[in-house]
T-cell receptor, first 112, second 113 residues
Framework: SQKIEQNSEALNIQEGKTATLTCNYTNYSPAYLQWYRQDPGRGPVFLLLIRENEKEKRKERLKVTFDTTLKQSLFHITASQPADSATYLCALDLNTGNQFYFGTGTSLTVIP | NAGVTQTPKFQVLKTGQSMTLQCAQDMNHNSMYWYRQDPGMGLRLIYYSASEGTTDKGEVPNGYNVSRLNKREFSLRLESAAPSQTSVYFC????????????FGQGTRLTVV
């Protein structure tokens, strides 16, 4: 069956450390993978998009990797801050028009 | 700069009642989507409209209908609400149906009793 799995447990890290979130998928062949941030009571907000032929993408303190062999994406937040506390969602874009297939999200708390 | 606007923000319905969730975007996007978000299930696509004049079923379309009224507006209708439709509903839009970021509304929290 098709599955998208993100860190099942909530992630708590100390301010200033690097947070690493995982997104694993099975039986999908995404052309693109996106990461979103969602705050309580709000809609998701786009962070980064990475294509299947890209290994890594960076934006300020954010870095995303995409390994189509392992069927995994890693999302890193360096020098984390309490304001980074939120739920982070990965989304698979199959380029078929049925946009997108979302993971259940990982809740990140950055402790001051 | 409003982005994607959904109405209402909260709604309580009795089983069997009907209602329409409204969504409008002001970014001239071609594609629009309706998702529902349930605890432990993630966001699931209900219906989408790849372009004005077209609509297609997503992952969980049963019990819903949609109308792409024009390029700006995409509504979601529950004809006979059921408790299983208690959820948070999000409308989203994007410039194209793939490889572009999606912009989400603030959500509608619907409770069916």
């Amino acid at each position: 069956s098709q599955k998208i799995e993100q860190n099942s447990e909530a992630l708590n890290i100390q301010e200033g450390k690097t947070a690493t979130l995982t997104c694993n998928y099975t039986n999908y062949s995404p052309a693109y993978l996106q990461w979103y941030r969602q705050d309580p009571g709000r809609g998701p907000v786009f962070l980064l998009l990475i294509r299947e032929n890209e290994k890594e993408k960076r934006k300020e303190r954010l870095k995303v990797t995409f390994d189509t062999t392992l069927k995994q994406s890693l999302f890193h937040i360096t020098a984390s801050q309490p304001a980074d506390s939120a739920t982070y969602l990965c989304a698979l874009d199959l380029n078929t028009g049925n946009q997108f297939y979302f993971g259940t999200g990982t809740s990140l708390t950055v402790i001051p | 700069n409003a982005g994607v606007t959904q109405t209402p923000k909260f709604q309580v319905l009795k089983t069997g009642q009907s209602m329409t969730l409204q969504c409008a975007q002001d970014m001239n996007h071609n594609s629009m989507y309706w998702y529902r978000q349930d605890p432990g299930m993630g966001l699931r696509l209900i219906y989408y409209s790849a372009s004005e004049g077209t609509t297609d079923k997503g992952e969980v379309p049963n019990g819903y209908n949609v109308s792409r009224l024009n390029k700006r507006e995409f509504s979601l209708r529950l004809e006979s609400a059921a408790p299983s439709q208690t959820s948070v509903y999000f409308c989203a839009s994007s410039e194209a149906f793939s490889a572009t970021e999606a912009f989400f509304g603030q959500g509608t929290r619907l409770t069916v009793v």
